[in-house]
Every structure is written in C-alpha cells, then in structure tokens.
C-alpha cells in the first residue's frame, strides 16, 4: 500500500510538473528537458560505466557533455542565440567529431581494461538519449516559433497508452509479447494500449488543431507502437545489467529513465514523420 501511495503521489506531482513546465513557455521546457536529458544520461551511464576512480568519474562527466551538447545547440539555434547562417549542419560536425576523436585518446592514456567497450558506451548514449531530446526541441518549435501543442499531444498520447495498456493486460493480457525480455507485458496489454491510442486522435484533432485528424491519427499509431518497442529495449538494458530500475529518484517509479524510455522512443519517428510532411523545420 505504502508503494501505491507513493506511485500515486509522485504522478500526480510529476505530471503537475510537466504540465507547468511545457505550458509556461519555451524557457521552462527547455529547462526542464534538458534537466531530464541529464538525468537520463546519469542514469544509462551509471549502469554501464565503472564507478569507482578518477578515471571513471572523468569518463562519465565526459558522457554528460557529449550527451547534452546535441541539446544545447539545438535550443540556441531555436532561441535564435546561435545563427542558423553561421552554424549548419557540417559547422557542427566539424565540431562534434574531434570529440569523439579524443575518447580514444582519454581511454589511451588512463589504461582501462575494456577501453573499446567503454567508447562504444558513450556513443551509445549519445544516439540513445542525446540525439532525441535535441530532435525533440524541433517539435516544440514547429516553424522556429514556439508552440507546446505537438509536444504536449505526444506525451499525453504516451501517457494515455501506457495506462490503458497497463489495465487492460492486467485484467485482461493471457499471452506474453517478449517473456525472455518483459514477463509482464502481454499482446492483449500491448493490442489495446495502440486501440484506445488511436481512438483519442479524434478528440485529439479538435484538442490542439495546428495538426489535421489524418497526422494526429498517424501520430497515435507511431506512438502506440514506439512506446511498447521503447519499453522492451529499457527492459532489455536493465535485464543485461540485472536490476530492476535505473534509479529511485521517483519514489514508486524508478529512474527518469524508466519514465521517458518511450519517448525516447517516439520522438526519432514522429520527428522524421512531420518533417517528411512538411509540418516542422530542422534548423540543423
């Protein structure tokens, strides 16, 4: 009982939160992303990475800023802090990839027992979580102006899933999807989460209509899927490294990242969705 209180209790502050934050403005949505960027990064890092030495604390400090230098680029250049004349795609490039380049370096000299395993962990960290919170800003910066309304739907689109497809395969879920990875989760849970997804993209279209029904009703469907895969593969990190959750920063919860796995998920698809249909710009 005492764990269901403290579920309930951190949802309800958690989504206060997250509603205040996207709602207020673009400041305190970039604040709060790149805030959970971190917390993300902390999180996978801290799972993978050795933790003992000064090696290793170098190393993961190294993570965060690899990790969260996608993020911060990408919301000076909405912001219009950075120039989009002055800072394109290859700009950046040319910045980013000596970086990278110096890994191999630090990993060179400070005599790591797995120094390409290590590597290959930052990067990983880098396209997993780095890369989708800065196509994220994207969302919320449709035509470089900033509007919460695509943001905002996605994630109650993902919150909407993972509810119904908690109770429905609770009440209702006989057959396991991926047993070897998720022992709980059900194709019935699974099935009915995309179901009432892509029911909500009717009153979803009258809710926020800067997208027409057809784009909400593809949204739902990429969402719906994306959640359960996002899911599955936070599922399979945590099995490869035997625990249960990333972190207890969220009392009945878990990590951040147990949190925001999905979205991680959804976010490279539903961007490269709208932006093949002309509906946002990537300033990068």
């Known amino acids: 009982m005492d764990r269901i209180k403290a579920r309930v209790i951190t949802s309800v502050f958690f989504v206060l939160v997250m509603l205040i934050s996207i709602l207020a403005g673009p400041y305190s949505f970039l604040l709060i992303f790149a805030l959970i960027n971190l917390i993300c990064l902390s999180e996978f890092y801290g799972l993978l990475l050795p933790t003992k030495g000064g090696a290793s604390i170098v190393r993961f400090i190294i993570g965060l800023l690899i990790g969260s230098v996608p993020y911060f680029i990408s919301a000076g250049l909405y912001l219009g802090m950075i120039d989009t004349q002055d800072m394109q795609f290859l700009d950046i490039l040319i910045l980013v990839l000596p970086s990278f380049f110096l890994l191999f370096l630090f990993e060179l000299f400070t005599g790591g027992d797995q120094p390409f395993l290590f590597l290959a962990y930052l990067v990983m960290g ?42 429905i395969g609770s009440r209702l879920g006989k057959n396991l999807l991926l047993p070897r990875i998720s022992p709980k989760k059900t194709w019935e849970g699974t099935l009915g989460g995309i ?90």
């Open 126 to 167: 880098f396209f997993y979580i780095g890369l989708p919170y800065c196509l994220l800003i994207s969302l919320a910066f449709p035509q470089q102006n900033y509007q919460f309304d695509i943001v905002l739907g996605i994630i109650l689109y993902n919150w909407a899933h993972d509810t119904s497809a908690f109770f």
């Open 195 to 284: 179901l009432i997804t892509v029911l909500i993209s009717i009153p979803m279209s009258f809710l926020f209509p800067i997208l027409p029904f057809f784009q909400w009703l593809v949204l739902s469907i990429i969402v719906g899927v994306m959640s359960n895969l996002g899911d599955l593969v936070e599922s399979m990190l945590k099995r490869s490294v035997k625990i249960k959750d990333t972190s207890q920063i969220l009392p009945g919860h878990g990590g951040v990242l147990d949190r925001f796995d999905a979205l991680i998920f959804i976010i490279p698809f539903a961007v490269l969705y709208l932006y093949l249909s002309g509906t946002i710009q990537v300033l990068f």
